[in-house]
């Protein structure tokens, strides 16, 4: 039996103390700047992103220029992956596919065979059933990659080279668009029209100092691949341009289709972009089915190649307008689509660009490319007249030339003294081929000199010369615009403008919700929930342990309804968004923010021109209009201003002349309510004074009608206005023991 050998300790790892904080600074940056950089925001020269460019140049490689046979996204995926971008072949996949997606992509850049997914949201086929081939859009990207346009840098494992940008001949960032979201930074720019952004561009470089204002009568907005509708206004879409942040409204293209005996549909012929048309059909549907859309009466997909989704209306008599602003405001017919010019600048620097500012980096980055060309161009232009020079001499002498190739052991100094060459000139007329001696024509030889001079002339003058380098750039932009004009196919303008219609609103929100009767029931302990109908009896109704019934009241499905609480704050709610009778209902803090320590005071269905009046704990209260007190978020609004412990405690309507006030003193005080003042928000005047007690309740009622209240069995009881002379005062007054009045110090008023 062999000898276990036991193999010697590993020599002990040296560790280096580091501060937690400062371990994670640096590698959180270090992410945060390789998502930054690497994967999220497009470069502003090319609008690319690094797995697209390489995407494009791997294809470049494998000669897929338009018009070649194609090739399997699984080959040019493994090239890809293997030489450029080696975060695997999933991710490079779905970059391919949404490249050839025309209906995720304005101008698609890769021209796909097989099954790349449709609108409907269905996946692509795998990269093994799929074949690719780049388009003349990527061409232009490309074009002059080869004549050292661009930088290029070594690749992950050095082993080969890419390019740091695309040459960019296309306005690829604007006309593509791009989604992206870095590390505490996203990107989310729309597609446009190429040959609006070109005249945009050609006005740019006659007058550079033109700000986006400007340019926005050549760019009307974004151009989506399925077309659509914004409904922006001209001043926001300006500022979105100017600024670089806004969004845009896109809603569906629809018309109205005449059927027979008068009954019509609804159909949609575009959607806005990257709505998927099969969740946005799921959705009308699931909607039909919970009755939330009492207008539609069926929808189906008729679609083939083209989007035509058909909705029919419930009756004949609806009107085709709100039908579609209720499917407008409850599903993705409308989508608002950010935009966001977040980009690196020159590839480094991420900033938030304007419309301006993005065509200025690609008109710079044209430029620099040209004048990269055009030295490459002269560079082979000088080396070629150098190497006829050679020639010349060669053709002049050429008896000599061959007799020293002969005879001389090592001919090349030779040929250098006797004919005063230069090494390149001397390595030319060596490596020459017996064959080519039958070229080597005088005048061919001077002819190509003579045009090569006049190229390279010209060459220089362009480098020389700015407004020279300018104007080939405003033809190559021009280029492309003819290119991808108006009455091309590709071209053509998909997305069009409007102004939203207006209509009544009340209409509209009553066509998106049922109108039925409904019991809203308040727990002590602040649960909510409706009951169908209007409910009388509550006795059988169910409370969780230790809470009990703490008020109801009637309303409808479709009211607004309004809350005020101890912290002095109203909140309005929508009566369909509360839960319904089963069960004990939520929490109302499920639906408003209401702070921990606050509770309610009063909750009843909202209308308009009433008056409230207010009133705290301490006997301060002022007169407040309802319209002040709507709440347009879930925090509501502060009104009565109030400081712990103080809190509001009684709210009533201003139906009558005269107030009177209760204390939990069992004291009185009635004054006539002239004396309080009508406020927007505010902490009041002195309603009742105190000195062993608080606020305990606040009515209003007519002086010559006298007061009534309800006692403890529910019964009416009422005082004239001769019986309440003792208690007649002014307001801040202490008043008097209210003797016959209620004991639980409550009127019993509520707000119906």
């Excluded at 840098?153 to 593509?176: K, M, S």
């Excluded at 409904?231 to 300006?238: E, M, R, Y």
């Excluded at 020279?468 to 750039?473: A, C, F, G, P, S």
Aim: charged share 30%.
């Amino acid at each position: 039996m062999g000898k276990r050998v036991i193999p010697p300790d590993p020599e002990p790892m040296e560790v280096h103390d580091v501060a937690l904080r400062e371990a994670l600074e640096e590698r959180y940056l270090a992410y945060a700047l390789s998502t930054i950089m690497h994967r999220a925001l497009p470069d502003a020269r090319d609008g690319m992103k690094p797995v697209h460019r390489r995407i494009l140049y791997g294809m470049r490689l494998l000669r897929l220029d338009p018009g070649t046979p194609f090739k399997k996204s699984a080959k040019i995926v493994g090239d890809v992956m293997g030489s450029f971008h080696p975060h695997g072949d999933q991710s490079i996949y779905d970059a391919l596919v949404r490249l050839a997606q025309d209906f995720a992509s304005r101008y698609p850049l890769v021209d796909g065979q097989g099954n790349f997914g449709n609108i409907d949201g269905d996946n692509p086929a795998a990269y093994r059933y799929t074949e690719a081939r780049m388009t003349e859009v990527a061409r232009l990207l490309l074009d002059g990659i080869d004549e050292d346009a661009v930088e290029f840098r070594p690749n992950y494992d050095g082993q080969t080279r890419e390019p740091v940008v695309l040459p960019g001949g296309f306005p690829n960032l604007l006309a593509n668009g791009a989604q992206g979201i870095a590390v505490g930074m996203a990107t989310s720019i729309p597609p446009h029209n190429a040959a609006e952004l070109c005249e945009a561009a050609l006005h740019l470089i006659e007058k550079p100092a033109t700000k986006t204002r400007g340019l926005l009568k050549y760019v009307k907005g974004p151009d989506f691949p399925t077309g659509g509708v914004v409904v922006d206004d001209h001043a926001s879409i300006a500022e979105a341009y100017n600024t670089g942040r806004g969004g845009f409204r896109v809603r569906a293209r629809w018309e109205k289709e005449e059927g027979a005996r008068g009954a019509w549909n609804i159909v949609v012929t575009e959607i806005p972009w990257l709505v998927q048309k099969s969740r946005l059909i799921e959705r009308i549907a699931e909607l039909l089915n919970e009755k939330k859309l009492l207008l539609v009466g069926d929808i189906r997909d008729e679609s083939a190649e083209d989007v035509r989704i058909v909705i029919e209306p419930k009756s004949r008599n609806v009107d085709p307008e709100v039908l579609m602003e209720t499917l407008f405001k409850q599903t993705e017919l409308e989508s608002r689509i950010p935009l966001n010019l977040n980009v690196l600048v020159k590839g480094r620097v991420p900033k938030v660009l304007g419309l301006a500012e993005c065509l200025r980096e690609w008109l710079d980055h044209l430029r620099d490319v040209l004048l990269r060309r055009a030295k490459f161009r002269r560079a082979q232009i000088e080396h070629r007249l150098e190497v006829l020079g050679g020639y010349l001499i060669a053709y002049l002498n050429l008896d000599k030339v061959i007799k020293i190739i002969r005879t001389e052991d090592e001919p090349k100094p030779v040929l250098i003294k006797a004919f005063k060459l230069t090494d390149l000139q001397a390595d030319s007329i060596l490596n020459m081929r017996l064959r080519n001696l039958r070229k080597l024509e005088e005048m061919e030889i001077r002819g190509e000199d003579k045009a090569l001079r006049t190229e390279l002339r010209g060459l220089k003058a362009l480098v020389a010369s700015e407004a020279e380098q300018w104007k080939k750039v405003g033809e190559q932009v021009r280029k492309v615009r003819d290119l991808f004009g108006p009455k091309t196919p590709l071209g053509k303008r998909r997305t069009q403008f409007a102004d939203a219609p207006e209509h009544d609103l009340a209409a509209i929100e009553e066509a998106l919700i049922e109108r039925e009767p409904i019991t809203v029931v308040v727990s002590d302990k602040g649960w909510v929930r409706t009951l169908k109908g209007h409910v009388e009896d509550l006795s059988t109704l169910a409370f969780k342990t230790d809470d009990s019934l703490g008020f109801s009241f009637f309303a409808e499905s479709t009211s607004k309804l309004t809350l005020f609480a101890t912290n002095g704050r109203f909140y309005t709610l929508d009566a369909q968004k509360l839960p319904g009778g089963r069960g004990h209902g939520d929490p109302i803090r499920m639906t408003i923010d209401l702070e921990g320590d606050a509770n309610i005071v009063s909750m009843f269905v909202a209308k308009e021109g009433r008056k409230f009046l207010v009133a705290s704990k301490d006997g301060q209260g002022f007169i407040v209009n309802e319209d002040d007190c709507v709440a347009n978020t879930r925090k509501g609004k502060q009104v009565l201003n109030v400081t712990p412990p103080n809190e509001a405690a009684a709210i009533t309507t201003v139906d009558g002349d005269t107030l009177a006030v209760l204390g939990t003193n069992h004291k009185m005080v009635i004054f006539g309510i002239d004396q309080v003042p009508e406020m927007a928000r505010g902490r009041g005047v002195r309603l009742q004074k105190y000195s062993g007690g608080t606020l305990s309740d606040v009515t209003t009622f007519v002086a010559k009608e006298g007061i009534t209240w309800k006692d403890s069995a529910g019964r009416e009881q009422s005082l004239s206005w001769k019986d309440l002379a003792p208690w007649r005062g002014n307001r801040a007054d202490a008043g008097r023991l209210a003797q016959g009045l209620p004991k639980s110090n409550k009127f019993g008023k509520t707000i119906t």
